[in-house]
């Protein structure tokens, strides 16, 4: 099984490779307009076509709202953000070409002013929301010193692709694998690093459980640790969706992690700041559910000790 998996790989990687260079060449050759008609299709065409993706958000969108909205409503928002998620990937290619012009245009931060914009250090966090990728480029573009902890995919042909794109602007990217030694040089030299925070993180890779939008979910405690090991500050930054294919930039609040006390359950500690930080992040997603991606198995790992039948039926 080990072998034909190797087989099916060394088949599928470079085929992967190659329509992923075309899409860097085609895409950004695209007006606008076209491009937010064609991601609107396409995701629209998922929503219906794909019945895994269609299965795990709305058993997600089940978990998280019951009965307080209707199965309508439900679908709605599955439907809004799969379009919204296929325009994000989309736009990975599209402003690649004429990028500074094309973030001046259809990328705003707001407020355009603030903590974040400060020449100190800060741990960023931030979701699947909107256009997360777009934050980076433009933060870089403004001449913010930010990186962004970003996992290694499996084609290491497109990581270091994707990875050239997500530079073009003079942002950072950090590996997450040992990255800790990196991040407290970065924040000891008023650096900002970004975090991704919404995704399952087992608990022997350093995750720890959380209430995630209700559910008790496994998050990375790294973030909370690093800010309460190096006194810096931590302020979101979420995107949302905007009309005619532009995107917000939202930052803020600012949580200030408690001064470093050796004497404490460090332990508890993180996991208050964790717990701060997912509320804040738990907070936009119902604000804003159809900019959020559903159609991931967030809970797919159940807490040792609760009721299965708590959890959304991926099946």
Not at 240 to 266: L, M
Request: proline share 5%; charged share 20%; hydrophobic share 40%.
């Amino acid at each position: 099984m080990n072998r034909l998996k190797t087989i099916r790989r060394a088949i599928r990687q470079p085929l992967e490779t190659f329509f992923f260079r075309v899409a860097i060449l085609a895409i950004p050759l695209l007006p606008r307009f076209l491009i937010t008609l064609i991601t609107y299709l396409l995701g629209t065409i998922t929503y219906y076509v794909a019945k895994r993706e269609r299965t795990i958000g709305l058993a997600n969108l089940e978990v998280v709202f019951g009965n307080t909205i209707s199965t309508a409503e439900k679908r709605a928002i599955l439907k809004k953000s799969l379009i919204s998620f296929t325009r994000t990937m989309t736009d990975i290619f599209w402003f690649s070409m004429n990028t500074e012009k094309r973030l001046r245009k259809y990328q705003t931060f707001i407020p355009d002013s603030g903590p974040y914009f400060e020449e100190k250090a800060h741990v960023i966090i931030t979701a699947h929301t909107g256009n997360w990728e777009l934050i980076g480029l433009e933060s870089g573009q403004l001449g913010i010193n930010v990186a962004s902890v970003a996992a290694v995919t499996k084609n290491a042909a497109i990581d270091k692709l994707l990875n050239r794109l997500r530079k073009r602007t003079g942002m950072e990217i950090i590996a997450r694998e040992g990255a800790m030694r990196t991040l407290v040089s970065r924040f000891r030299n008023q650096g900002k690093a970004a975090f991704v925070l919404d995704q399952n993180t087992a608990e022997d890779q350093g995750g720890i459980w959380i209430d995630f939008l209700g559910m008790p979910t496994p998050v990375s405690a790294a973030p909370a640790h690093l800010a309460y090991r190096t006194g810096t500050d931590i302020i979101f930054a979420f995107s949302q969706p905007g009309k005619d294919g532009t995107y917000e930039a939202h930052t803020g609040p600012v949580i200030t992690p408690p001064p470093f006390d050796k004497t404490h359950n460090q332990a508890e500690v993180v996991a208050a700041l964790t717990q701060q930080i997912m509320d804040v992040v738990s907070e936009q997603i119902r604000t804003h559910p159809e900019s959020w991606l559903w159609s991931y198995k967030h809970w797919k790992q159940i807490k040792p000790g609760t009721d299965p039948a708590m959890y959304p039926a991926y099946n």
